[in-house]
């Protein structure tokens, strides 16, 4: 009997045991609060219509300034869910102060960065990239982070390389983790996590109509693969009206903020819709594209090899004044044409136009019709008046009143004037 109680007893442990095993399990796979992302780029770059998308809605309003937004998160693995805040950056370069207020110490390795660029305007994608880029350096320079904080954060983005690396090449140990990347990865390590996205590409079909070939496109991706190594970043080509890689990148942002599972691998064929994740690539991996560059050279500057249309200079013309009796001279030569040649076209080379016309030049006798009679006869009319000498006004004599002398008020303010 006593046996059988102790037994009880051990159950009953056990079983409270497993319920507080079970709820700390719980508490660990919690999603994490307070996590961002930051949106950067130039004006209609697609911004917000990104955002919208990845918040499953349909329809974008554009704000001013700082727009801020949510994205609706949940783990269906634990039924749990969370916010993830979403800034966006108004394009208007003069604004750039407002990224203190998405981006500071308190939330700094909270936030994910989003550089966004359009492929609408393919000449501006790398100087709006290199911008927004200096602009987040300068802002980061500004905030007191530390030298400490500053280097466990910079340790965190080559731990985030190694890891994928690792991953995607099994023959490196992964209980080493050999702080060793490759030539150009990093070289500019912020401390954050970045993401670059090219929108628009469905614009790709207008730009080869524009002339642009397949050695354009493996240009424009070799320069923005090896800007990304910078920064450790990832890549996305995607298109909100046509679909493509927008539920791909929600996804990898799930991987990277909330460690969700993700296991698509690169996608670098198809020029609309590629994908290079953090950590696989490489200057090995880049220099492949220039097996087909025959007439682009890949080491070329990117304005050179990408040059903003050519666009004929729309000349403005000056507008200059125009004495009213040669104006009005012109258009009675004009009207005298259309009356007494009605049935043939007016050309007349523009020095005939531009003859003095005589003060008694009248119209045509042929009686022309009423409404264009009339209109001959105001502008002879002006003519005339405007012609006609001005008359000479002699100064009249002041008026005397009954006593013989000017009036006071009449009187000539001539200083010879007698006082």
């Known amino acids: 009997m006593e046996s ?37 780029g130039d004006s209609k770059s697609g911004k917000t219509t990104l955002v919208t998308k990845l918040q499953g809605l349909k329809d974008s309003k554009q704000g001013w300034g700082m727009e801020y937004g949510y994205i609706q998160v949940r783990d269906d693995s634990t039924d749990e869910n969370a916010q993830l805040n979403v800034w966006t950056l108004d ?44 602009r987040l350096q300068d802002h980061i320079d500004s905030l007191n982070l530390g030298m400490e904080q500053t280097q466990n954060l910079r340790d965190k983005c080559v731990d985030r390389i190694i890891d994928y690396t690792l991953l995607d090449d099994p023959s490196y140990e992964s209980c080493t983790k050999v702080r060793l990347l490759n030539d150009g990865v990093l070289s500019k390590n912020l401390g954050l996590d970045i993401i670059v996205v090219i929108t628009m590409t469905d614009c790709i079909k207008n730009l080869e109509i524009d002339n642009y070939s397949e050695e354009h496109f493996d240009y424009i991706q070799c320069c923005l693969r090896k800007f990304c190594l910078q920064f450790g970043a990832a890549l996305f080509y995607v298109s909100v009206m046509e679909d493509k890689n927008c539920d791909l990148l929600y996804k990898y942002l799930m991987h990277r903020i909330y460690r969700f599972p993700f296991k698509t691998p690169a ?42 249309p050519y666009e004929k200079p729309h000349k403005e013309h000056e507008l200059q004044d125009e004495e009213e009796q040669a104006f009005l001279a012109r258009q009675l030569v004009l009207l005298n044409q259309n009356l007494t040649q009605p049935q043939t076209p007016v050309v007349r080379k523009s020095i005939e136009l531009t003859k003095p016309l005589s003060a008694n030049k009248r119209i045509s006798d042929n009686p022309p019709p009423s409404s264009e009679r009339a209109l001959a006869s105001f502008f002879n009319a002006l003519l005339q008046k405007k012609q006609e000498s001005p008359t000479v006004r002699t100064p009249s004599k002041k008026p005397v009143d009954n006593t013989g002398s000017p009036e006071l008020s009449q009187i000539d303010d001539d200083p010879s004037t007698p006082k």
């Not at 208007?92 to 994910?112: C, I, P």
């Not at 994908?275 to 097996?291: A, M, N, Q, T």
Request: net charge negative.
């Open 4 to 40: 059988s109680t102790q037994v009880d007893v051990e159950n009953d442990a056990n079983h409270w045991n497993n319920l507080l095993l079970d709820v700390q399990n719980k508490s660990r796979k919690k999603l994490p609060e307070n996590k961002n992302v930051l949106l950067l």
């Open 91 to 134: 394009g208007d370069r003069s604004l750039k102060y407002l990224m203190k207020f998405a981006l500071n110490e308190q939330h700094f390795e909270d936030t994910t960065i989003v550089l966004v660029a359009s492929l609408k305007h393919p000449w501006k994608i790398m100087e709006s990239l290199e911008y927004w880029s200096a």
């Open 267 to 308: 996608l670098i064929v198809e020029k609309d819709s590629v994908f290079v994740p953090s950590g696989w690539d490489s200057l090995k991996k880049i220099e492949v594209l220039y097996e087909n560059m025959q007439k682009i050279n890949p080491e070329s500057h990117y304005s050179d090899a990408i040059p903003y």
